[in-house]
């Protein structure tokens, strides 16, 4: 029998230092990120209100808010599904800031304005 593959949420890494994200809105950047798998299936995260605040934990009206303030800060993207019109499909954007954030301990909000610690 096949292993199964794994299942994993990469979310921008960014998200770890953003003091203007709410627990809900990272518990909603994961459960797309889970969906979307970078990208893996070629189409982005296309799951229901319903199922994603049900893997949250949190009600529509919530999961709404927290979809609406991650567009707004361009963690993710959202747009028509390509074969099915009535879809919603979201997608994770991860930026070069991702890996500047890591790797020069930059402090302050994703928004480009950061310091280095050296």
């Known amino acids: 029998m096949a292993e199964p593959k794994?299942?994993?949420?990469?979310?921008?890494?960014?998200?770890?230092?953003?003091?203007?994200?709410?627990?809900?809105?990272?518990?909603?950047l994961m459960a797309l990120a889970a969906h979307d798998r970078l990208g893996a299936n070629g189409i982005g995260c296309y799951a229901s209100h319903p199922r994603l605040a049900a893997l949250v934990g949190c009600h529509i009206k919530s999961l709404s808010r927290s979809l609406s303030t991650l567009a707004r800060?361009?963690?993710?993207?959202?747009?028509?599904?390509p074969l099915n019109g009535r879809l919603r499909v979201y997608r994770v954007i991860y930026s070069e800031f991702d890996g500047l954030y890591l790797k020069a301990g930059i402090v302050?909000?994703?928004?480009?304005?950061?310091?280095?610690?050296?």
């Open 6 to 28: 794994p299942i994993y949420a990469p979310i921008p890494a960014r998200a770890m230092g953003d003091k203007t994200l709410t627990g809900e809105d990272l518990r909603v």
């Open 73 to 81: 800060k361009q963690y993710i993207t959202a747009g028509p599904h």
């Open 108 to 118: 302050s909000s994703p928004r480009y304005q950061f310091s280095i610690n050296r």
